[in-house]
């Protein structure tokens, strides 16, 4: 479904990914898990073409080279960024920044599209009119992935979803990854909530200063407990983790 091959990105002279090589199944949810700085923003910015990547390969669907693509084509194949931060407009309300969205995307609203984001988040439809401000940060999460799923989104890049969020929320955004994962989307989680990503997704890439220090399933961490502790410095036991149900 997403292929990166030995991608190299830099920000003028600095060169912060260094050959990443990553790669998503159609309706898998995998994570890349890294500490502050690691380049998980990067990569993700990277695929959406937002910063291009200097060499290397990104591949949608075995054959659309994105490398080749504008942003706006990039999200024309489906690709869609969730933001770092959720990138919301706090002064606008909730059907603003749908709207605006939708708009930016199409020139034009689609109320049918709008409703099928308050179908799928209910809580978004009872707050249509409020400013996006007095929501809460679980709230504006929510707001921020029914922006990026508005129509036909088939890979969805998380960008640290669950930054500043309450244990409870955290919970009930992993179940909602859970959810649109049903769905068939696929999804790349970033996350230094190591938590988090193993119980969401079922692979995971562990990121380090811009290079893949490691790729694997849940299990074939549990077996490699080390690099969490070199890469993260944290001691998480995989096995107390609630794996994705
Ligand atoms: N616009 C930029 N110009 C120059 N350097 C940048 C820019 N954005 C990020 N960097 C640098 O690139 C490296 C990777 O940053 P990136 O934001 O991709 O990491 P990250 O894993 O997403 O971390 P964080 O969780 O802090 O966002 C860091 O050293 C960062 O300082």
Redo the contacts with the bound molecule.
């Keep these: 479904m997403l292929q990166l091959s030995d991608v190299h990105t830099y ?2 002279l ?1 060169h ?1 990914l260094h050959g990443v090589n990553l790669e998503l199944a159609k309706g898998e949810a995998v994570s890349l898990i ?10 993700m ?1 990277s695929v959406m073409q937002l ?1 291009p990547p200097r060499s290397g390969s990104i591949l949608v669907n075995g054959s659309v080279e994105l490398t080749k693509l504008k942003p706006h084509d990039v999200f024309r194949q489906g690709v869609r960024l969730c933001p ?1 931060g959720r990138g919301v407009f706090p002064k606008l309300t909730v059907e603003e920044n749908l709207r605006l969205a939708l708009v930016a995307q199409r020139g034009q609203d689609v109320p049918a599209q709008i409703q099928t984001a308050y179908d799928r988040f209910p809580i978004l439809g009872e707050k249509r009119h409020q400013k996006v401000r007095g929501l809460s940060g679980g709230q504006r999460q929510l707001l921020a992935i029914a922006r990026a799923m508005l129509g036909d989104t088939s890979i969805l890049l998380m ?2 979803p669950s930054e500043g969020l309450a244990p409870l929320v955290v919970q009930e955004l992993r179940d909602l990854i859970l959810d649109i994962k049903t769905t068939g989307i696929t999804i790349l989680l ?1 996350e ?1 909530n190591v938590k988090m990503a193993l119980s969401a997704c079922d692979r995971h890439y562990i ?1 380090e200063k ?1 290079e893949i220090r490691f790729s694997g399933t849940t299990e074939e961490l549990a077996c490699n407990e080390d690099i969490l502790i070199q890469t993260l410095g944290v001691s998480t036991s995989v096995a107390e983790c609630e794996a994705p149900g």
């Design positions: 920000y003028g600095s912060v890294g500490r502050n700085g690691a380049g998980k923003t990067t990569l910015r910063t770092q960008d640290e970033s230094q990121l811009g």
